[in-house]
């Protein structure tokens, strides 16, 4: 059974920084896509960065560019999402998410398998 599991969410105030990370059992990442979405309380569940994991190519939401990092251990199979100079607009809950993909994808409709979700909190 594949199972993502988040963790490291928490409340942080504007211009902080916060990591999140993503595991997977019965699962390998090795031809996968990781994703990063987040979902703000009665929006969308939006794209917020991903990584191939087969080239390393990664891509991010332009709202995002320049302070967000995502990055992959592959030894322990996890994707780790920096997030620095957070912003209030930044609260959602962060998804992780995969699909056996080469390249990063950009819907949430491109994804199989997702982790129950982490609450980020971003005070001003």
């Known amino acids: 059974q594949v199972q993502l599991v988040e963790s490291g969410g928490g409340l942080v105030q504007a211009g902080g920084s916060l990591s999140v990370s993503c595991a997977a059992s019965g699962l390998r990442f090795s031809t996968n896509t990781v994703a990063w979405f987040r979902q703000p309380p009665g929006k969308e569940r939006d794209f917020v960065a991903g990584i191939s994991w087969r080239n390393g190519n990664r891509d991010y939401a332009d709202s995002v560019k320049g302070r967000f990092t995502i990055s992959r251990d592959i030894a322990k199979n996890t994707v780790l999402l920096q997030m620095n100079s957070l912003k209030s607009e930044d609260t959602a809950v962060y998804y992780c998410?995969?699909?056996?993909?080469?390249?990063?994808?950009?819907?949430?409709?491109?994804?199989?398998?997702w982790g129950q979700g982490t609450q980020v909190i971003v005070s001003s």
């Open positions: 998410a995969t699909a056996r993909w080469y390249d990063v994808r950009y819907q949430a409709s491109d994804y199989d398998h």
